[in-house]
Structure formats: C-alpha cells, structure tokens
C-alpha cells in the first residue's frame, strides 16, 4: 500500500496503513456470507463494530438494504479517504482540510429547515441523528477532477428527513447551505468560490433512496475533514454535489445557485452527473485514477455512465438533453 504522508508529501510504503482496511474488506465478506446464512442483524451489528479504526466515536449502522447502496469494490484505505479531501473552507491543496480542521468546532450542530415546507425550524444534531435507523452504504463516488473512492458511508435516506417536515406541493427544489465561519475555517473569505459553499437538488432527486444524509464513515462519526457532523452523498454525480457540514436545507420552487455553477457555469452545471461522455470543457470525462491503487503501472478504470448507478437513476433523466443538462 502506497500512503502519502502529510509531512513531506512523498509517497512510501506503510506496511502498518494496510490493516485497517484488508479487515474492514474481511468484514464486509463476512456480513454478506452471514447475511447469505440469514445470520440474526444483532449480530452482523455486534461484527460491524469491532473493526471500527477506533479514532473517532462509533456510529453503529445495519448494512443498508436500499437497491445498489452496497457496491462490491474494495473501499478506499481510511488514510486515504481522510487525507486526500476537497473541502475549500480549509484550502484548496488536497491535504489541506486534514491540515487545518483543528479548530472547526461541529459541536453542538444544528440544521435549520426552511422554504416551502409544513414544519419548518431548527432540528439539533441528535434529533437529527434519530430520524431514521443508520445504515452502512458502500458508495463510489468520482470527483469531477478525475479520481475516485470508494467510501463506506454511514447515514440514513435523506428523503427519510424530507417526509417528516412535509414539504408543500410547489417545492421542487431541495438547496443544501453548508457552514462558512471564518473565524474556524481559514480560506473561508479567500475568493476561489463564494461563500456560503451552496449546493441544490431537483425534488425528485432529493428523494431518491441512494441519496445520503450522511453522519459517518468506516463505522464511526464523519472525521472533520470528510464534513463532519453531516453532509450529502449522491454516489451517481460528481463529487462537488456532496455538500459537507450542512446547517441549512431550503426546500424552493427554483433551481439553487450552486457554489462552482456560480463560479464556472460553462463547466459545472446544475446536474453534474457523472457521463464519461461529456467532457468538461478543459479535460475528458471518460476515465479515472482510483485513489488507492495508483502504482506506476495501474491502469486508468473506465468511468460508467451515472458511474455505474444507472440502473437505480437513469429513469431521473429520461427524455432530457444530458449534453446540455450536463
Ligand atoms: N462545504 C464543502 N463541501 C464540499 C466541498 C467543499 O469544498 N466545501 N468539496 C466537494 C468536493 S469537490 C468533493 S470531491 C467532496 C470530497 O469529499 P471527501 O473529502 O469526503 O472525499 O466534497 C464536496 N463537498
Ligand atoms: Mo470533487
């Protein structure tokens, strides 16, 4: 295994980095045999916590039974998936959030609940934590950038939130506002993207049930750097939707300004659905590096169309121009 350390940069083996995920590969062997065998969940329960990496708090979760949520790819090792991240509030280098969480306070966390909708107001983090049973969910996710992972989320179907405040029949729109204070997050203020970091689904996307309201990862709660204590997976679009540290969820009748539509609309659109074969205007669409196994000689994977969720969400899009709604 290859892990860049944050200290030099340089890459170099770290025998010790492997363990943590050959065993959570081991487990996840094992929950599926056991799950074959009709084995009882309190125990499949019971086996998922004892490989937690034990960094963080647990967030105990039943393997998810939602269509497609348990992809069969090997997860992405723990020191990748919390090292190499996207997160502008704490700097744009892919080390960065990592190096500068520190002070990023995410609790007490609460999420206003606003728009069009019959209950709106502010739901604390552990009410929100009780909407729905957790759920472990295996996910590939594909940066618009040109990489890919493979996490193992924890949350519960976002639209399980959304029935609860009701929203009213004229909401079509779902906008995610994410938390922008500049006193805890230091590139908050700099002028790669406006802040707050904004991102929006269309309704029917919002309540799709491979869409994540997401609270952990590896088993435990979300590591700062991932989005801690809550955010957005929507494995079929680009990494960029998946907007980390939400305070806010605005339920409207338009389409949201999203933060990199703002900043670049010719090359972010509002879908950002993963297509290999629409380019963004300044690079191809149609492969990947799989972070994890980029060894000299590992080959580029094949991105797949809605990146290999087509069969749960293409119907979202039939009949629709995709060059266009890209
Ligand atoms: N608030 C906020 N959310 C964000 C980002 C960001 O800069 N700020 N980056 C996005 C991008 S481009 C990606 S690829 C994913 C990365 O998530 P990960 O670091 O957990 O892999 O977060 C997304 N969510
Ligand atoms: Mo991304």
Known sequence: ???????????????????????????????QQAGMLGLAAAGLEAQAQTVRPGELPPLPAKVSGVAGAMATDTPTPYRDATTYNNFYEFGTDKLDPVRNVKNFVTSPW?????????????????DLLKVSAMEERIYRMRCVEGWSMVMPWVGYS????????????????????????PKTMPYVGSRVLSWPYVEGLRMDEAMHP??????????EVLPKQNGAPVRLNVP????????????????TDKQPAT??????????????????????????????????????LTKKRKTLMFNGYEAQVGQLYAGMDLTKNF
């Not at 030099?8 to 094992?30: C, K, L, M």
């Not at 609460?110 to 552990?126: A, D, F, Q, W």
């Not at 679009?237 to 605005?250: L, P």
């Open 1 to 31: 295994m290859l892990i860049k350390t944050l200290e030099d940069g340089f890459v170099h083996p770290v025998p010790s980095e492997i363990t943590p995920a050959q065993v959570y590969q081991n487990r996840r062997q094992w929950l």
């Open 110 to 126: 609460s999420v206003e609940i606003e728009g069009l909708v019959k209950k709106p107001g502010r739901i604390n983090l552990e």
């Open 210 to 219: 491979l869409t994540l309201l997401t609270f952990g990862l590896y088993g």
């Open 259 to 296: 933060a990199w539509n703002k900043a670049a609309a010719n090359e972010y659109g509002f879908y950002s659905n993963v297509n290999p074969n629409v380019d963004h205007p300044r690079w191809s669409q149609a492969t990947e590096r799989r972070i994890g196994e980029d060894g000299l």
């Open 158 to 181: 976002l639209s399980e939130l959304i029935k609860r405040v009701e929203p009213l029949g004229s909401a079509k729109f779902v906008e995610f506002v994410t938390l922008a204070d």
């Open 236 to 251: 079929w679009k680009y990494g960029f939707k998946n907007a980390k540290s939400i305070v806010k969820i605005r339920f």
